[in-house]
Nanobody, 119 residues
Framework: QVQLVESGGGLVQAGGSLRLSCAAS????????MGWYRQAAGKQRELVAD???????NYADSVKGRFTISRDNAKNTVYLQMNSLKPEDTAVYYC?????????????WGQGTQVTVSS
């Protein structure tokens, strides 16, 4: 089985920064696209940013210029550096990864980490 374990959430004032990490572990053959999604209270889950195994990145318009996604392929870990945080960034952030094992290729999700930005 494959697990995604997130860390780095918390409470921060507007204008502050946080760094999220997500490590994939288990019987992994390959890790393809990794990404971060978020879900605010009463809203649908939305893509924040993703990154291919080759390093190509994609960002939601709302976070461009403020957030940076990166990954360490040797550690099967993806990061999200969040700067200039705004109260509207408050949400549960979920890690996502497309992973192949010896028996399947599918998308896995982390358990979520709360990010709260106070005004």
């Amino acid at each position: 089985q494959v697990q995604l374990v997130e860390s780095g959430g918390g409470l921060v004032q507007a204008g502050g920064s946080l760094r999220l990490s997500c490590a994939a572990s288990g019987s992994i053959s390959s890790v393809y696209t990794m990404g971060w999604y978020r879900q605010a209270a009463g809203k649908q889950r939305e893509l924040v940013a993703d990154i291919s195994s080759g390093g190509r990145t994609n960002y939601a318009d709302s976070v461009k210029g403020r957030f940076t996604i990166s990954r360490d392929n040797a550690k099967n870990t993806v990061y999200l550096q969040m700067n200039s945080l705004k109260p509207e960034d408050t949400a549960v952030y979920y890690c996502n990864a497309r992973v192949s094992t010896t028996s399947s290729r599918r998308t896995y999700w982390g358990q979520g980490t709360q990010v709260t930005v106070s005004s």
